[in-house]
Nanobody, 125 residues
């Protein structure tokens, strides 16, 4: 599976962006998909995840109420809608997917098999 993240860019504080993670090589159906973010020199941190049945969704506390993860299996795409962006949300965002990620393990980056290249989100006035 090849994952391609896109949609990053420069936005002012309070603005919105929608990131997309498109898969090729196989369907995302049946895979859990997550978004992580990383600031250069720091560890990669969990942002949001959706399990393979779309029944389990998890967010890191700092984005709850502002970010929404969703999937469109017909388009083989997972989205991350980001509203009310803050300067601390700035990072490189990565999407990841895995076939055997149980709901209780959605936040664990080691649980994911496939990773895409990141897309840069900059939040600045």
């Amino acid at each position: 599976v090849q994952l391609q993240a896109s949609g990053g860019g420069l936005v002012q504080p309070g603005g919105s962006l929608t990131l997309s993670c498109v898969a090729s090589g196989r369907t995302l159906r049946g895979l859990a998909v997550a978004w992580f973010r990383q600031i250069p020199g720091m560890e990669r941190n969990f942002v949001a995840a959706i399990d393979r049945n779309s029944a389990g969704i998890r967010y890191t506390d700092s984005v709850k109420g502002r970010f929404t993860i969703s999937r469109d299996n017909a388009k083989n795409t997972v989205y991350l809608q980001m509203n009310n962006l803050r300067p601390e949300d700035a990072a490189v965002y990565y999407c990841a997917a895995g076939p055997s990620v149980i709901t209780s393990n959605l936040r664990n980056p080691s649980a994911y098999t496939y990773w895409g290249l990141g897309t840069l989100v900059t939040v600045s006035s």
